[in-house]
Structures are given as C-alpha cells and as structure tokens.
C-alpha cells in the first residue's frame, strides 16, 4: 500500500500567514549567514539540516489521505480541502476522459472532512463513477446539503459523475472486501455526532486511520479488548492529535486528543510508526515542531524504541 497525506489540518482550512512566511525567511537566511553558506551546490545539504519547521510546511488543507494498493486501485480517506488536489492528480487519467472509477471512505461529515468535494474536479465529468463508502446511511443527504443552494451554484446530485453509495453496516461492523487482498475494517470512535477508523489490511500489512477521536483512558477502559483487537500492530498509524495535554482537559468532549495521548495510545496498541495529524488551525508550524519535540520527547521517556513518530505534513508518503 502506497500512502499519501493530501490534507492534514484539522477543523478549518489555514493557509500560512505573511508574518509566519516573513519569520521562517528571516531565520533561515540568519541560520545561512551563521553557517557560511556560500556555494549553490551547498544549498540542498544547508535545506536538509533544517528544523523540520524551516524545512517544510505543514500545511494548511483539511483532511484527505490516499491509500493506493498494491494493484495500483485507489482509496480517498475524507473529502477535506486536500481532496481537490488528488482531483487534479486523477483528471490526468481515465477520470479526465469520464473513465475513472474512484472510492470515496467517509470518517464522518464535519465540514473540514466533505469541504473539499465541491472542488473535486473529476465530480463533474460525466462517466466517472464515484462509490462512497460511509457507515452514514444518510450520507448522499449530509453530501447533497453542504452544495444546496444559495451555499454552492451546482446541486451535488446534478453533477455529471454516476455516484454510488455503498453503506457499511456500524453495528456489525462486517469487514469490507475492497480487493481479493485487501480488507478494510471500521470502528466507531469518540466524537460529537460519531466518527469511524479505517484499517486497511494488506499482504499483512496493516494502515490506520483514527482522526476526529478523542482517545482518553477512560476511552481506552471502555473500548476494552474489542478496541485493542482493532488498533493493535498496526504498521501505521495516523491518529488524531490536536491538543496539548493542557487543551484536552480544558476541551474535554470536544472530540479530539492530545499528542500525549496519541503517543500513549500507540505504545499501548504496538504500533510500529505512529503519525499525528489534524493540525490545530490556530499553531503555527513552529508550534507545531515544538509540539513534534514534546510528543518525541514523552515517548522517550515511555522507554520504547520500537516506535516511530512523524507529524503529518501534506506530500508526505508511506510505502507498507
Ligand atoms: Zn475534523
Ligand atoms: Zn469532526
């Protein structure tokens, strides 16, 4: 399974400020005159001695993940504002021509998790089928309000593209057979109006997706066995972790976890790379990198070094 971040910002689209562009300049030009930078083919070793913060954006787009499998099929995790750039990736294919046959699996319909359908070009070419995986039975209804007018001038439902919904039943949570190798299975997580986790299985490699959920221990308590059956040995993780410490208990309920916990949460699922993602709208990338640190830095102090930790950043890929 190839896997590709689109989107990693949570609650709302942030595109970078000119104050936060002006002071990354400033510190890397400081950071180049401190260290003699005099010579071109100096340039990309100096970039990738950077802060992790200098050396990239995060990002500002709402959440949208790809999961392509080994037979070069494609999955969509969420529709947030990231989608309308795998939409550009996809028009240079079968979709362009009205051929394409895209799968669409819906965490939830929070608005920066379906935002980004709108923009999603290959909507709108006629012949493309999209299939909609959602545990919402009123999904195509969520999907046809948010382009209702006086909110969006095209009606979801007239848009060219046949689309399909496929309903996954919550209660049984049935795995869903994608590919004669390729399972993937649900699971209900903490978080207003309700949210699912994806897990992909694959030629024994498993991938995770667990954003919008607010992990505590006493989650954890209540999920008991049938929980850890679900997160446990993933080789990936991407998992919701938005706050401090501090922020959870102060935005207790609001559906979210802090990095603490994500880091709790994969030590005690066996997790071997655990990522953290949707980004809080108002942290810089600066805070962001300082919460990197604080994330790594408690995981050292778990004493486990069998676990890698990545902060989520748009273009990143993972081969499993
Ligand atoms: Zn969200
Ligand atoms: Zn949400």
Known sequence: MLIK???VRGSLTSPMTNDEYYGKLQRILERAIKEGLNSHSDVPEFINSLP???KWVYGGNTTCVTVTSKSGVMYIIDCGTGIRLVGYDLMKGPSGKGKGVINILMTHNHWDHIQGIPFFTPLYVKGNIINFYSPFKDELKYLNEQMRAPYFPVF?????????FIKLDAKRRTPEQLE????VDFYPLKHPGGSFAYRFKQAGKIF????DAEFTGEVLEKGGQQEDDFFKNADLLIIDAQYTLDESFSKFDWGHTSYTMAVNCGLRWNVKHLVLTHHEPANSDA?????????????R???NDNMKIDMATEGMTYSL
Do not use: M, P, Q
């Open 287 to 299: 805070k962001l990198y300082e919460n990197y640190l604080s994330a790594v830095e408690h995981w």
């Open 180 to 183: 004669e190798d390729l399972v």
């Open 208 to 211: 995770i997706f667990a954003s």
């Open 156 to 164: 979801f439902e007239k848009t060219e593209s046949t689309k399909r």
């Open 5 to 7: 971040l689109w989107g």
């Open 52 to 54: 992790d913060d200098l």
């Open 301 to 303: 102090n778990c004493e």
